[in-house]
């Protein structure tokens, strides 16, 4: 219900961003130097300015090129003509000696009024993201596909002992 609310707040002040998320792994002990783009589009008919920040445990892990910015007025939600867009840069530093676990957070990007422009509603919208660090080579498997991997491996191994029992026999 709340990705919901967002979506039609986005609908209405006409505010979108893209991505939505982000989930990155990194092998634990390995440095890492990384950068994304989030893409934020005004298709309103008024200017605005916008506000980012990181928030939770991921901001430790995450810089933002720029923190705040303009976006001029948009061709208006139904036109068919391109939103006017900015993209914003973020930078992953991920130290080599930052323990293995999930870290997560959110960008958060502040809608407010430019001078002259009009805003009736205060919006804020996120980007999730999601950081594992160290569970690159951790595969799980649902207990069903283990087991069957372990049944086989034993008819394997009692196809070749059957099979050498009957060679040795002969």
């Known amino acids: 219900m709340f990705l919901l609310n967002i979506f039609l707040v986005s609908a209405v002040n006409a505010l979108t961003i893209s991505p939505n998320r982000f989930d990155i792994t990194v092998e634990k002990g390995k440095e890492v130097e990384r950068s994304e783009h989030i ?4 298709s309103a008919t008024d200017p605005i300015h916008v506000y980012a920040s990181v928030s939770g445990p991921i901001s430790e892990f995450i810089s933002l090129e720029k923190n705040e910015f303009d976006l ?24 080599r000696e930052v323990p293995e676990s999930k870290y997560s ?3 958060i990007f502040t809608e407010q009024p430019t001078k002259g422009g009009v805003l009736g509603t205060y919006v804020q919208l996120g980007v999730k993201v999601n ?3 160290g569970t690159m080579a951790k595969v ?6 283990t087991a069957m991997i372990i049944v086989l491996i034993i008819v394997i191994i009692l196809s070749i002992v059957k099979e050498r029992m009957r060679r040795f026999n002969e």
């Open 131 to 133: 950081l594992n660090i």
């Open 140 to 145: 799980e498997f649902p207990v069903y596909v």
């Open 39 to 42: 893409q934020i589009s005004n």
């Open 105 to 107: 957070g959110e960008i």
């Open 72 to 95: 001029p007025a948009g061709p208006g939600s139904h036109s068919g003509l391109p939103r006017k867009s900015e993209l914003v840069k973020l930078i992953f530093s991920i130290p």
